[in-house]
C-alpha cells in the first residue's frame, strides 16, 4: 500500500516536518508540548549542524535539529532509528557544545549558563524501562530534588507507545503518536485535526512533494528500510548465536551427569559430532 504521508523518523522526513524554515510554528508548539515548557517560544532560530560533533558513522543514522530561542535556550533534538549501546553517553556528549558555546572570552564572566534541552527520540529499546517518555535532569541523590534545572534530557522510545488515538492523554502524546504512526494513516484522527498537527499532516503529504523532493524521500526511505534489515539480520545472527551457545553449555552439563549421547542428541539437537567436541573442551 502507498502510504499517504511522508515517515518522519526518515531523514527527508524528520527534516522536512521539523528542520526548514517553514516548520519554525510546527517546531516551537513541539519543544513546548514535548518539553513542557512553560512559555511559548516566540522566536526560534536554527543554527548550524557544524556546530556539533561529527559522529563515526558520519551522520548516516543521526538527524540533529539544533536551535536557540529568543531567549537564549538551546535544543538539540536528535532522532536515531538503529539501536546505539552508548546512544546515552553521546547524548551527554552532545550537551557539552552548546554549554561550551555560551562561554564568554575575557571579562569577569559569571557561568551565568542559559537552559540546555536534549531531545533525543528513538525506533528502539533504550533499556528495560517500560515508559515511552522520561525527563531527566540532576539531581540530589539524598533529597531527591532537583539540583540544576538547566540541563535537561528527554528521551522518548517509539516502541513503547502503544496508545491509540482515543488514549491520547496530552499533546506529547499527540506527538509521539504522530511521530510512530503517520506512514500508515489515510486519514487524519479527529484527535489531530486541530492545529499545529493539521499543519504537519498538510506538509507531509507525498502527493506534494515536488519531483526533486520525491526523489530524495524515496532515496532516505530505501536507506532507513536498508539500515533497519541490516539492524535485524544482525539482531537474529546474534540471537541464533546465543541459541546455539546455550544449547552447548545444556549439552556439556548433561554430558557430565553421564547422560547418553542417544538422549542429549534428541533433547538438544546437537549433533554427535558437535557433543564429541563438547567432551574433550
Known sequence: MVSRYIDPTTDFGFKRIFGQED???????FLVDILQLPHPIRELSYLPSEQ?????DDRVSIYDIYCVDEAGQRFIVEMQRNWQMNF???????????ITHQVQKGGQWEYALLPIYCLGIVTFHLDEDPRYMRKVQLLDVDTEEVFYDKLTFVFIELPKFQRSPAELQTAADKWIYLLKRMPELTDIPAELAVAPFRQVFEIAQEAALSPQDRWLYEASLKRTRDDRAAWQSAEWKGRGEGQEAARREIARSMLAKGL???TIVELTGLSEKVLATLETS
Open 88 to 98: 546515552k553517553e553521546r547524548s551527554l556528549y552532545y550537551s557539552t557544545f552548546p
Open 52 to 56: 556539533l560533533p561529527p559522529t563515526p
Open 23 to 29: 516548520s519554525q510554528e510546527i517546531l516551537k508548539h
Open 260 to 262: 547418553d549421547m542417544a
